[in-house]
């Protein structure tokens, strides 16, 4: 059983509240939950509306497979253009 995690640092340009804030990041965690079927869920700097840190994690026998959903998670968050990546991480465990 492996175990993939990604932390993605995102910086959202567009959000002027954290109402605004809310509204982008529901809308992507949604896409990816739908699209991957993973676990989604913002970490920190909840009361900062230009700043959201996401974990991704996913659940499966293959460390190869789980790197590469993280990947593409990877991928179709950074051509969201509500949002901008700043930095991200993967581990397998």
Not at 27 to 51: A, H, M, P
């Amino acid at each position: 059983m492996t175990i993939g995690f990604c932390l993605l640092e995102l910086y959202l340009p567009e959000s002027g509240s954290l109402k605004g804030k809310r509204s982008i990041l529901e809308g992507l965690t949604k896409r990816v939950r739908n699209k991957f079927n993973i676990s989604i869920s913002e970490l920190s700097d909840n009361d900062l509306w230009q700043k959201a840190v996401l974990g991704v994690a996913i659940v499966c026998n293959d460390s190869r497979h789980a790197n590469q959903v993280l990947s593409k998670v990877v991928d179709l968050v950074q051509k969201d253009h509500r949002v901008h990546l700043v930095d991200y991480s993967l581990e397998m465990i």
